[in-house]
Every structure is written in C-alpha cells, then in structure tokens.
C-alpha cells in the first residue's frame, strides 16, 4: 500500500510539468537587434497582441527554408511565442543560436517556444517605431501554415503564419 500511495504522489507531482513542457529558449533586450521599419510596417504585419512578425500579413516565402521572421515587442513586455502542438511535427523556431548557411536546417536545431524579453521605451526613436527587435527563423519542413500561441499573461492569442500557401484553415 505505501508503495502504491508513494507511486500516486510521484505522478501526480510530475503530470504538471509534463503538461508544461520545456522551458522557452530566452531572448532577452540584449539580444535584440534595431533597425527603422519605415512607417506603415504593422499594416504589413500580422499582429497579436504586443507582438508583431513583421512583412508576413501577405504570407511567407516556401521557396527558402530556414525563413527569416523579423518579431517586435512592444516596449517593456514579457511574451512567449509557441509553436502549436499541430504544427510541431512540421515547424520549429530558430530564434536561438541558428546560422543560416544557405542551407536546410533540421526542425531539431529550433525550438517549440521562446521567451521575448523587450527593451523599454527609446524616447528618440518615433513612435511607430519603437519596439524591441528580434531576428530569428521559422524552420518549416515546406509549404503550409504553423499554427502559433502567443501569451503575454491571460488568455493565449493564437494565429496561423501561411508558408507558401494562400488560405489557412
């Protein structure tokens, strides 16, 4: 009997960190990268909540693999972006230590959430323009649509990235 009450208390410890998955890969405001979008950039981009993927609102290339997804973070936010169960088998983040090479990259080498960290506000820079910058990839294994959770406290805010697609269901 105590061997089995022992049993249940070790399962029940561990189901909530298998629930929760790894850690997020971390990206903090000091590796973050800056450049002037030019105004109008958030109309060409697909927003969720305080996060941007800049230039993907028309779709994304399928043609290149790795694809190179530019993130902005609202000022002085905390957001975790993941890729959904369903697209996992298909699609992987390379916002850590990546190098494009020209090359394919394995969905291995990527990961299924990060941590953006954002910068605080830059008074010089205008205020369209004034989020924190994260250069990074999605690794997708060929055209479709990753579907993606974005959670900045509350609820998650989900959206679907087209990879050489038109529609996404």
């Known amino acids: 009997m105590r061997l089995l009450v022992a049993l249940v208390v070790v399962l029940v410890a561990a189901v909530p960190a298998l629930a929760v998955g790894p850690e997020p890969y971390l990206r903090s405001c000091s590796s973050s990268a800056y450049g002037d979008l030019g105004r109008g950039w958030q109309q060409r981009a697909v927003v969720a909540g ?9 779709g994304l290339s399928s043609s290149r693999f790795p694809q190179k997804v530019l993130v902005v973070i609202e000022p002085n936010r905390i957001v975790t972006l993941t890729i959904a169960a369903r697209s996992r088998a298909r699609a992987a983040l ?65 959206r679907a990235l087209r990879f050489g697609v038109t529609r996404c269901s």
């Open 50 to 58: 305080p996060l941007a993927f800049v230039e993907a609102k028309d």
């Open 94 to 158: 390379g916002y850590n230590h990546i190098r494009q090479t020209g090359g394919r990259i394995p969905l291995t080498s990527g990961t299924s959430a990060v941590r953006f960290e954002a910068c605080g506000v830059v008074a010089s820079r205008a205020a369209w323009n004034r989020g924190t910058q994260f250069p990074g990839y999605f690794l997708v294994n060929g055209p479709g649509c990753v579907h993606v959770e974005i959670r900045a406290g509350g609820k998650p805010i989900r």
